[in-house]
């Protein structure tokens, strides 16, 4: 991760690498999401996105604003899995 140690702010080429995402990853948590939807047809509150193991694609939907992820996860946002 780029950051400017005087400011603290990122750089532009930090933003546009963080927002690639491995296809497959995506895939996983699309298919997570969908089948969450199949079994709760009403949404009480909706997911900020879905933590997802990077070696075996398991993942789980997330609704707290500050997700604790493991280091071998990855998060995936809504914007992404609905897009």
């Not at 750089?11 to 948590?29: C, E, H, M, R, Y």
Request: net charge positive.
């Amino acid at each position: 991760m780029n950051i400017n140690l005087k400011n603290g702010t990122q750089t532009k080429t930090t933003k546009k690498v963080q927002d690639l995402v491995d296809p497959n990853i995506l895939k996983s948590a699309k298919e997570i999401y969908s089948t969450y939807c199949h079994f709760h047809v009403k949404l009480a509150k909706p997911p900020i996105g879905v933590a997802i193991d990077k070696k075996t694609h398991r993942g789980q939907l997330l609704f707290t604003q500050r997700p604790i992820l493991l280091p071998w996860e990855n998060f995936i946002p809504m914007n992404k899995i609905e897009s």
